[in-house]
Structures are given as C-alpha cells and as structure tokens.
C-alpha cells in the first residue's frame, strides 16, 4: 500500500484510485463486527464496483434485492444501504481465492452458485 500511495505522488490516475477505494471503505459497516479500520484497508484497492442485483432463497421463499458489489483483489463485498445515513452495511464477503469463473456457454447455464 504504501508503494502505491507514494506512486500516486506522480501518478494522478493511481490518487484517483485511492481516493475512492478510501471513500468507498469508509463508509462501510460491518455491523456487530469487530473489524479494524487497518483490516478494511487491507482489502487493496476497488477493482470494479457497482449495482447488482442478488437473488438468494431462504427456507420459506425466494428473496432479491439490489446491493452495492465491490470486488477487491480477494474478496466480493455485498451490502445494502444503511437506512439511517449515507454508508452501507456490509451483509456478505466472499474469498475469490479459492473459487473460478467459467464462460457462459459452458453448456450448464449462467447462473452462479456461491456454496458457503
């Protein structure tokens, strides 16, 4: 980390990155969770974020709802906005370490299963 922050000094692209991947960090809440500010950071940078929308069933139904995804450099982060103020509270981190991804037409469909 510190190699990019210091790298940003020339690099306007790189601040720009950091900036944001730092905006996006804090407003993060993981709840009851006793997560320190430095694990946060150690997420890395933002690699792609944005609006998905996550479907999941429970025992009684199908659910589904829109939530914020950010992909660091290990882990898909899921969350819902905070209803009481401009954050977002963090309801999944999936480790992309040990999962892969397969081309859509691998003949099974394109739905993905996340197994937890």
């Not at 694990?39 to 929308?53: D, F, K, M, S």
Request: glycine letters at 6%; aromatic letters at 6%; a neutral charge.
């Amino acid at each position: 980390m510190a190699i990019d922050i210091n790298k940003a000094t020339h690099d306007l692209r790189t601040k720009d990155l950091i900036e944001k991947t730092w905006l996006l960090q804090d407003r993060l809440n993981f709840g009851n969770q006793p997560i320190d500010l430095v694990l946060i950071r150690h997420l890395g940078h933002v690699r792609a974020c944005g609006v998905l929308h996550v479907t999941y069933q429970t025992k009684k139904e199908v659910k589904g709802q829109y939530m914020l995804c950010a992909v660091f450099r290990s882990c898909l982060l899921l969350a819902i906005p905070d209803k009481s103020g401009p954050g977002y509270t963090v309801v999944a981190c999936v480790s992309l370490t040990s999962i892969s991804s397969e081309d859509p037409d691998n003949g099974r469909g394109q739905d993905v299963a996340i197994n937890s």
